[in-house]
């Protein structure tokens, strides 16, 4: 009775996993078999889960038309230079909050965390108006400076400096050396797994960013991939194949991330939502 | 010396490294969250425009927004979508997470497939959603049959975005109550197993209390994230038909940057973020409330 009532829960199982595994892969199965097709196959009345005319037509003409590459090479700055500084500050801030002593300590803690009740987007407004003060509209440090102030990421590093045992401080500082030191050659690559795994995350996010460059951006030129992928219909009108060649093309950078790295983002993103992988 | 005097020798000297290392942090922190948070409850005690501010107006915004059937109409519709989407995510995330858990041979790419989504930049799913949902070439009205124009569709268009929005974030959640399900210590199933247990008893007795912790966080995160939605919408369907899909952020960033009423949208932005603290607190409750009950 009982191993038979355990074979049903496997049979149910492998069911389950396969029709969620079929889909979840489906859409980008679909839009892969759309990207590979000449336009008029997409409209035909006919049709057919497979191109009938295998072309690379569509990407080709996606990367010639518009503006595609240009919001690849944005994308990839901004994300880059959201990683490095917001890296750069959060660990420097994680480390004072965790090994000095100062006055005002927690409560300055305690209002960075706080900052978590509080939604990015109910800041839209003035965050535009300083920028636009600023002369920051549609220009990088515009799109870059509102990203690298992540309190998220500060906790982590906080967490995890704070399970360091304090001989290592100690030793380095008797030493002589000062704070930056200490923190560059002695908690830096104790810390490689988590700055490594906070990095890439902060990577994928600021890639995906579409809010803030949205409100940010006007000009087609400095447009970053979640936000020009919306221009597409301006771009190429409605023309699906090369709509789908142009997701999966915006698609590419993070999703070879995530299986490169598989690893280290799920570790990431889990650090960043309180729980330990 | 009292001991005291040790602890602020110490701080004396370490003050000067920490606000160097703070510095940066603190400048950012200013300047891009703790000034505007400030500004947007200054502004929506005014009247102002995009880029200047006009006149102190006290409440008069907030008393505006009480009046308005539009913004209740968005919060009406930010509401539906969270219920389209919280109940769904959770489950599903929770499922998904006991089935890579379970077939261990595939778990690689099984939970490739369903994190995939995620990563991805949000114009990617709403290009593809658009694609399938097509009314007359689209594949879901080809399997279907018809020619509904489900985003046209002032019934069906927050349900279809709410679809996309599952199959886009669901990964998130699989992997939260995945982290929970390795942290259940093995040899608890095992000596459950010897007493005979199996299949669903093993679940509600071992896998879902040690999991409640990581299904309140879900709960709590997924409900923010719900509320704030605003991408989806406004790239698939602009708010519409009729203004069936248009949501508080949706309506806060028209009244701001079309209707350049700042003041207004900041009154609106107060009373959205007024709106997510009480219901993560709400919840908060009820979770507790729950918990006490063993459920």
Known sequence: MNSRSNVGWTVIGVIAAVVLAALWAAPLLWALSTALRPELETVSSDFHWLPQTWTLDAFARTLAAGNLVRWLFNSFLVALLVTVITMAISLMAAYAFSQLRFRGRSLLFGIAMLSFLLPFEALLVPLFRTMHQLGLINSYAGIVLPQVVAPVVIYVFKQFFDEIPADFREAATMDGAGPLRVLWSVYLPISGNIVWAMAIVTFIAAWNNFLWPFIIVTSNDMMTIPLGLTQTYDAFGVRYAQLMAAALLGAMPVALAYVAFQRRVTQGFLAASGLKG | ?295
Do not use: C
């Not at chain 2, 985003?151 to 982290?179: E, H, R, S």
């Open chain 2, 1 to 295: 010396m009292r001991p005291n005097d040790l602890v602020l020798g110490s701080a004396r000297r370490e003050g000067l490294p920490a606000t160097v290392l703070l510095a940066p942090f603190v400048f950012a922190f200013l300047l891009f969250f703790l000034v505007p948070a400030g500004i947007t409850f200054w502004m929506s005690l005014t009247e102002s425009s995009l880029t200047r501010t006009n006149a102190f107006v006290g409440l008069a915004n907030y008393h505006t927004l009480l009046n308005d059937p539009s913004f209740w109409d968005s919060v009406l519709n930010t509401f539906y979508f969270a219920l389209l989407t919280v109940v769904p995510l959770t489950v599903l995330g929770l499922v998904m997470a006991l089935l890579v858990n379970r077939f261990a041979r595939v778990q690689g790419w099984l939970q490739g497939v369903f994190f995939l989504p995620f990563v991805l930049p949000i114009s990617v799913m709403t290009l593809i959603a658009d694609w399938m949902l097509q009314p007359s070439s689209g594949v879901i009205n080809h399997i279907l049959g018809g020619q509904r124009p489900w985003l046209a569709d002032p019934y069906w268009a927050l349900p279809a975005v709410a679809i996309g929005t599952v199959w886009w974030t669901v990964g998130f959640n699989m992997l939260l109550f995945l982290a929970g399900l390795r942290n259940i210590p093995a040899d608890l199933y095992e000596a459950a197993a010897l007493d005979g247990a199996r299949g669903f008893t093993l679940f509600r007795n071992i896998t879902w209390p040690a999991l409640r912790p990581v299904a309140t966080t879900a709960l709590i995160l997924q409900i923010i994230a719900s509320l704030k939605v605003f991408g989806q919408t406004y790239i698939l369907t602009s708010g519409g038909p009729f203004n069936t899909t248009r949501v508080t952020l949706h309506y806060m960033y028209e009244t701001a940057f079309t209707q350049s009423d700042a003041g207004y949208a900041a009154a609106i932005a107060m009373a959205f973020v007024t709106i997510v603290i009480l219901l993560s607190v709400l919840q908060a409750g009820i979770v507790r409330w729950l918990a006490r009950r063993d459920v």
